[in-house]
């Protein structure tokens, strides 16, 4: 038998319909085993699940995928038949048929494109786990991911050869399997009538690594079911269908770029564009695009992005030529593009306004969500419902509660505010389908995350956020649907780095963020709490400035400092919430790929502590 060793040891090429050669090397006896196109299984099955029943069901001709710049596209016909095909190659190379992967973890390294789609439907359709790697980690943290999530095959795109070699190198007793994709041509032909195959119980999903911040990263298991519960919901919240053309601009090992803008168009048979890495000119051209006079390309409907990216987008329009900038207004109205969403850090209002005045009205709609639980909170499709500060009301499916961070106790509804009329913050706790099941390997940290309760509906996911609730007049009227209704939820940040406690207050980092990036002498925030013998912490703010405002808001000849930040601002915050300290910084606050700031690092390279 080849089987186990087979896992641990394959080399051979693998997802391509064309590829001339498949093959792979049993480690413990050297057999060079075949698996050609000849190979292929005779029946074409995909596993009954509702991403797969999707799959099947969608219109064979319709567009799943375009790579820009390329423009070269795939239909669901080319991502069926691709997806049965890889299943058919990883099942194969696991030597034992169906069963062969169940479970098993299966990293994959792929640009952002049409493979990385086939990768992970592949996998996932074999019941196994999908671990995307990112192309930009350092290797010793790719292989730490191998390691640490014991995945026994390694799938990579030819352009990754030599880094699926590099980490297989160096003690690891594994191949990779190289993926060398030639042509793929339309249409489904060659596979003939694709069955869907009942599984005896479901052991597949994807693995994803979150940023550690103290700890080295934690592999987060989703299982199918929470994959399929997300995307359900986020079709139900968003209305995603057929007609929708999604501009991807996200990194693909995050849940933002992987569930809501790959696996929840391709549930709903939208199709994706592909446009990374992120150039903020490209961008708007392709947006303006179709509405040049020459223009030719379908309008974008759909765009998934975090702050950052709107940011950059607004700050470079006005240096667009006049006609670009004028088609790329026709190109983001509301008419036209369908829903902007912004989410995976804090919206600032300023950019919100910026982008509304950008295009002609429209609203960017903040959603909250982790890798643990993929989206939970979301503001509504309805304009109304697109409060600013806000992330909205929780998601179809997805249970909220908040538990107050002084008394421990839950919030029930009726009780945001205490007996003094100040509004009370919980900790954000989560349950349902939709939560993820472990930190793989890690029990510790699992039953440390989850508190029970009960009632015996299961344990609350304890995501380490802080956030108030209150009633929106005009706002949460059912308007987006049933399930946005009620008080929202307002994000102050998280309980380990934003909640800043200055003697017997509590400050909020977030709020004093968005306070500060309204100043116009200010570009960019970061506020953290560094410890004071008086009080305890100190709210401390970390600026990058815009420095011809700043150099010209100067008073007595100075530039532009803290003392004026506390002026313009003792009218918004109240005495406490005022940073004491202003720390410029030149260039850019660092962040990572989705925008996020790790404050913990940030403290420790400008104040050293
Ligand atoms: P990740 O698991 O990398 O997607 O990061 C999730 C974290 O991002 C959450 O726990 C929040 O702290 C933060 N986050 C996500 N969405 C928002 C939002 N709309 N506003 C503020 N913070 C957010």
């Given at each position: 038998m080849h089987q186990r060793t087979l896992l641990s040891a394959s080399r051979g090429v693998l997802l391509?319909?064309?590829a001339?050669l498949a093959y792979l090397t049993c480690k413990s006896c050297r057999t060079r085993l075949n698996f050609g196109?000849?190979a ?48 058919d190659r990883l099942l194969k190379s696991s030597g034992s048929?169906?069963?062969g992967l169940?479970?098993?973890?299966v ?45 026994g095959m390694l799938v ?18 594994r191949q990779p399997i190289l993926d ?430």
């Amino acid at each position: 038998m080849h089987q186990r060793t087979l896992l641990s040891a394959s080399r051979g090429v693998l997802l391509s319909r064309r590829a001339s050669l498949a093959y792979l090397t049993c480690k413990s006896c050297r057999t060079r085993l075949n698996f050609g196109f000849s190979a292929r299984r005779s029946l074409a099955t995909l596993p009954n699940l509702p991403l797969f029943r999707a799959l099947k069901n969608h219109d064979p001709a319709s567009l799943a995928v375009v790579h820009n710049p390329s423009f070269r596209s795939f239909t669901y016909g080319n991502l069926v038949a691709d997806v049965v095909q890889a299943q058919d190659r990883l099942l194969k190379s696991s030597g034992s048929g169906r069963d062969g992967l169940r479970g098993e973890r299966v990293a994959f390294l792929a640009e952002n494109s049409y493979d990385y789609v086939v990768m992970l439907l592949s996998i996932v359709a074999s019941d196994a786990i999908a671990v995307p790697l990112s192309t930009g980690f350092p290797i010793h943290e790719l292989k730490y991911i191998m390691d640490n999530s014991q995945a026994g095959m390694l799938v990579a795109t030819k352009r990754y050869e030599d880094i699926a070699q590099n980490i297989m190198d160096g003690g690891l007793d594994r191949q990779p399997i190289l993926d060398v994709r030639s042509k793929i041509t339309a249409g489904a032909s060659g596979i003939g009538v694709i069955e869907l195959e009942g599984l005896d119980g479901v052991n597949g999903g994807m693995m994803l690594y979150t940023s550690g911040t103290t700890n080295r990263p934690k592999g987060v298991l989703i299982p199918q079911s929470a994959l399929a519960a997300q995307a359900a919901s986020l079709v139900e919240a968003w209305k995603y269908s057929p007609d929708d053309r999604l501009l991807h601009l996200l990194p693909l090992h995050h849940i933002h770029g992987t569930v809501n803008a790959i696996l929840t168009p391709i549930l709903s048979g939208s199709s994706i564009e592909f446009m990374f890495p992120f150039n903020p000119t490209a961008v708007w051209k392709r947006l303006a695009e179709p509405f040049l006079p020459e223009g030719t390309r379908d309008k974008i409907t759909f765009l998934n992005a975090v702050p950052t990216i709107y940011n950059r987008l607004l700050s470079i329009y006005p240096t667009l030529p006049p006609e670009i900038q004028q088609a790329a207004k026709i190109g983001i109205s509301p008419e036209h593009l369908r829903l902007n969403i912004s989410g995976s850090a804090a919206l600032p209002t300023p950019t919100k306004k910026a982008w509304q005045n950008v295009s002609n009205g429209n609203v960017l709609l903040e959603r909250y969500g982790m890798t643990e639980v993929g989206m939970a909170l979301s503001c509504g499709l309805d304009f109304a419902d697109r409060v600013d500060g806000s992330v909205g009301w929780p998601l179809p499916s997805v249970e909220v509660r908040l538990v107050d961070t002084d008394t421990n106790e839950v919030i029930h509804p009726g009780e945001e505010t205490d007996a003094s009329g100040r509004i009370r913050e919980g900790e954000i706790q989560l349950r349902g389908p939709t939560i993820f099941r472990e930190y793989w390997g890690n029990e510790k940290a699992t039953r440390e995350t989850f508190a029970p309760d009960s009632d015996g509906k299961g344990s609350w996911f304890k995501t380490g956020d802080v956030a108030t609730r209150r009633t929106v007049e005009a706002a949460g009227r059912e308007m987006s649907g049933d399930w946005a209704k009620g008080p929202m939820y307002f994000i102050q940040g998280r309980r380990s780095v934003d909640i800043i406690k200055i003697g017997g207050e509590k400050v909020s980092a977030l709020e004093v963020e968005r306070e500060l990036l309204s100043l116009p002498q200010i570009a960019e925030a970061a506020v953290v709490g560094l410890p004071s013998e008086q009080w305890g912490q100190k709210v401390v703010a970390i600026v990058v400035l815009n420095t011809e405002v700043a150099a010209q808001t100067g008073r007595n000849g100075k530039p532009w400092g803290a003392l004026d930040m506390r002026r313009a601002l003792k009218d918004r915050l109240a005495g406490y919430k005022l940073p004491s300290e202003m720390k410029v910084l030149d260039g850019a606050i660092p962040r990572n790929a989705m925008g996020k700031v790790n404050k913990k690092m940030l403290v420790k390279e400008v104040f050293g502590v």
